[in-house]
Structure formats: C-alpha cells, structure tokens
Nanobody
Framework: QVQLVQSGGGVVQTGASLTLSCAAS????????LGWFRQTPGKGREFVAA????????YYTDTVKGRFTVSRDDAKNTAILQMARLTPEDTALYIC?????????????????????WGQGTQVTVRS
C-alpha cells in the first residue's frame, strides 16, 4: 500500500520560511517523480514544483522560482519543499504527489492528472 505522509506547514508571517516534507512508503521511491501542488478554496490544484525520478531535473511555477527549492533523498524516501520569502499569496493547502517514471517533459510533470499517489495535504498560512 502506497502512502505519502506529509509534515511541516503552519502559520507564519510574510517573509518567513517553511519546510515541507513528504515521506513515502510502499513504492520504489527513486522511480517516481515527486511533485508539489497547492490548492485554495474554489480553485483547482496548482502546480508548484517537482523533481524528476532518479534525481532528475527540477521544475517550478514562475511565482515561486528563486524562493522555493524542491529536493529529494532517495535513501530516506523523502521529498522536501523548502519555501522562503513567503507571501500571503502562498497561503494554500500544499499536497505532495508521486508519479511513476514517464515523460519528464514539463507539461506532463506539471499536470495533476499524471500523478498516481497523493499525500494528505498540509496547510500553509502566511499572515501579512
């Protein structure tokens, strides 16, 4: 049984940093692309960042480039999203996801429908 268990998140002030973790079990972690999405009320899941399988390339949505860093530790079956210089616009439910191998073309990596497994989500709230 595949599980993605998230930790981190919380309430912070504008300009603060947070780190989110996503611990996976029940899968061969190194063969999965790990993605991070976020969701706000009334909106669908928005792509945030991803890192390709077997320490492949990284991808970011434009609004987080230079502020967020996605990484993975295949030995620990864990994906990390480091977030810096947070703003209220970053407030959302952040959800990690795993996608088995497949194309590393950006449109595929950024599409929620291409991911097979999802974490439970963790709330990030940034106060102004």
């Amino acid at each position: 049984q595949v599980q993605l268990v998230q930790s981190g998140g919380g309430v912070v002030q504008t300009g603060a940093s947070l780190t989110l973790s996503c611990a996976a079990s029940g899968l061969t972690f190194s063969t999965y692309t790990l993605g991070w999405f976020r969701q706000t009320p009334g909106k669908g899941r928005e792509f945030v960042a991803a890192i390709g399988w077997s320490s492949g390339p990284t991808y970011y949505t434009d609004t987080v480039k230079g502020r967020f860093t996605v990484s993975r530790d295949d030995a620990k079956n864990t994906a990390i999203l480091q977030m810096a210089r947070l703003t209220p616009e970053d407030t959302a439910l952040y959800i990690c996801a795993a996608r088995f191998r497949g194309s590393l073309a950006a449109p595929n990596v950024k599409s929620p429908s291409d991911y097979q497994y999802w974490g439970q989500g963790t709330q990030v709230t940034v106060r102004s």
